[in-house]
């Protein structure tokens, strides 16, 4: 496993623990990981490695700006996909963005059960029992960039 791969994996733990315990993603991280992955990318590739993250990052904050615009993602969340694109290629980035709305949506699909689980039991889940997004770009940042999983 590469240095750029074990800070990226660092940063979207921290990230994901941090949106389930305080339903944000703090910019100082995001900023963090978007110059990181930059600069390795730079330090890495050169120029065509530095465009490649740039292009990867704007990749994923096109893809994901309609949902956030509908408000079914947060800004966070968006943020912390373009420091996986920074980190990665435009392939990988589309990878785990893919990925992780499906990994979210299983995870979403778990607590809407588990809610009607517990409403059939006379008991009601709290408002925070949801899933952030940042959990399943987690998850599918650690398949794809481990090489567990690649379709493109």
Known sequence: MSLSTSILWALVVIAATWDVWQRRI???????GLLLGLAL?????????????LGAAA?????????????VMGGGDVKLAMVCGAFTDWRTVLQI??????????LA?????ARRVA??????LPDRAQ???AV???????IITAGYLHFL
């Open 136 to 142: 399943g770009f987690a998850a599918s940042t650690f």
């Open 59 to 71: 990749l994923a904050l096109a893809l994901l700006i309609g949902p956030f615009a509908m408000k």
């Open 119 to 124: 409403q059939a039991r006379g008991s009601v």
């Open 26 to 32: 703090p910019n100082a991280l995001i900023l963090t």
């Open 131 to 133: 899933v952030p997004h």
């Open 97 to 106: 963005i893919l990925v992780g709305t499906v990994i979210h949506g299983v």
């Open 109 to 113: 699909l778990a607590v809407v059960l």
């Open 41 to 53: 990318n730079l330090q890495i590739g050169g120029l065509p490695g530095l465009l490649g993250g």
